[in-house]
């Protein structure tokens, strides 16, 4: 039986992960579950899966949720908690599905402990990938995908020689608006921005989808999961997200994943591997599909793509000033306190304020995601 902790029970990924955990009671306990400030859902789940502890951030939040709760559920909160519980509390699995900046610390805590990490967050290798993947090394700590594009490629290392691959191709389905003209992009609204055509997810990837930003971070995000240079890394929009990504070998023969858009499937591959377990998902009818496009993304449209490979090449604190610009700038739109157009505007300006620190230690990335975060809030474009 292994024992899980749940970072972000209440989002997308974490649902979609109860949803897994679910199916399999003889092979998964949850131990730890956290939340930001999502009580309600929270409770329902610690009737369902019995944590010995959950934390929630949002102090008032978890005051009101001891006052609610019966048994023997221990509630801890503040920011500081996620650390603690993920360096001394007993698990098995760290399941990392936070959105942001936010997963970075408990990550880390989890690898000095050599626990497995299910990696939903991006983020984390995106601001601070070459010291994650050095201290997942140190520590013997696997780090296990959960990106679908991730798992796709990850899916399909399996058994393959690294060297004999000589390309990654990470396919995106261009978002909802794949087919609108970038002079629209200044007054779409957030419900249009929301309305993501192939994927259910929270709100700050759906955006980032909108921009392509997302996909860019996933660049990145490849980079150091698989150790893969930039120019060995291709997008492709795939508007139908049926294949979730491939590796092109050196003789030219191509390797994909394949399946229905269904977080659950690389959820639970992430948990099980190297094992396969057997679920009633939906399988995939090929006759169904009609058919299968592609498409070069356009850089000119989604200058977020454009950005995210540059920060890549520069290397150093660059990527964690894009992530936190882009995460204030997201939260901002959001809010409707500026347009879409705006975020890769705000961006950009936060990436020609700083300095690039090259090779930054952890404090180093704390501080410049801080100072990023402060300059962007109140920043016109
Ligand atoms: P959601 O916004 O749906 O969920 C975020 C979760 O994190 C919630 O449980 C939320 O709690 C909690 N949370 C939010 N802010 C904080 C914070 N500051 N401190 C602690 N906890 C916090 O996100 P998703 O599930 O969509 O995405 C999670 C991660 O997975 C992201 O990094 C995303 O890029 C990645 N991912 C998501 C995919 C998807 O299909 N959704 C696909 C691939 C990757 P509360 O509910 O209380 O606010
Ligand atoms: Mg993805």
Not at 149 to 175: M, N, R, Y
Request: glycine share 6%; hydrophobic share 40%; aromatic share 8%.
């Amino acid at each position: 039986m292994k024992k899980i902790l749940l970072l972000g029970s209440t989002g997308s990924i974490g649902v979609n992960s109860l949803n897994v955990i679910r199916n399999f009671p003889e092979e998964f306990s949850v131990s730890v579950l956290t939340v930001n400030k999502n009580i309600e859902l929270l409770q329902k789940q610690i009737e369902e899966f019995h944590p010995q502890t959950v934390v929630v951030v949002d102090e008032n939040k978890a005051g009101e949720l001891r006052s609610n709760l019966k048994g023997n559920c221990n509630v801890l909160s503040g920011k500081d908690a996620l650390c603690k519980i993920a360096s001394q509390l007993d698990y098995d699995i760290l399941l990392g599905a936070v959105v942001g900046f936010s997963g970075l610390a408990p990550t880390i805590e989890a690898i000095k402990r050599g626990k497995r990490i299910a990696l939903a967050n991006k983020e984390t290798l995106v601001v601070a990938g070459e010291l994650v993947t050095r201290l997942a090394q140190e520590y013997n700590a696997e780090i296990i995908p959960v990106d679908s594009e991730h798992s796709a490629i990850f899916q399909c290392l399996v058994g393959e020689k690294k060297d004999q691959v000589e390309k990654l191709i990470i396919t995106a389905s261009g978002g909802p608006f794949l087919n609108t003209d970038k002079e629209k992009f200044s007054s779409v609204t957030v419900k249009e921005a929301l309305n993501h055509p192939n994927w259910n997810m929270g709100n700050k990837i759906t955006i980032d989808s909108a921009t392509m930003m997302n996909k860019g971070l996933e660049v990145i995000e490849a980079r150091w999961m698989f150790g893969f240079k930039a120019e060995n890394v291709d997008v492709l929009i795939h508007p139908q997200s049926i294949i979730h990504s491939m590796i092109q070998f050196v003789d030219g023969s191509i390797k994909a994943q394949l399946g229905y858009p269904d977080m659950r499937l690389p959820i639970q591959f992430a948990l099980t591997y190297p094992k396969r377990f057997k679920n009633d998902m939906e399988r995939t009818d090929f006759p169904k599909l009609n058919q299968l496009t592609f498409y070069k993304p356009d850089y000119e449209k989604y200058t977020c793509l454009g950005l995210a490979f540059q920060v890549l090449a520069d290397g150093g604190t660059a990527p964690c000033i894009l992530n936190a610009a882009n995460e204030v700038a997201v939260n901002r739109f959001l809010k409707e306190e500026m347009k879409f157009s705006d975020i890769p505007i705000l961006v950009e300006k936060a990436l020609n304020k700083f300095e690039n620190h090259s090779t930054p230690d952890i404090e180093t990335i704390f501080e410049c995601d801080r100072l990023t975060r402060d300059y962007v809030l109140n920043l016109e474009a």
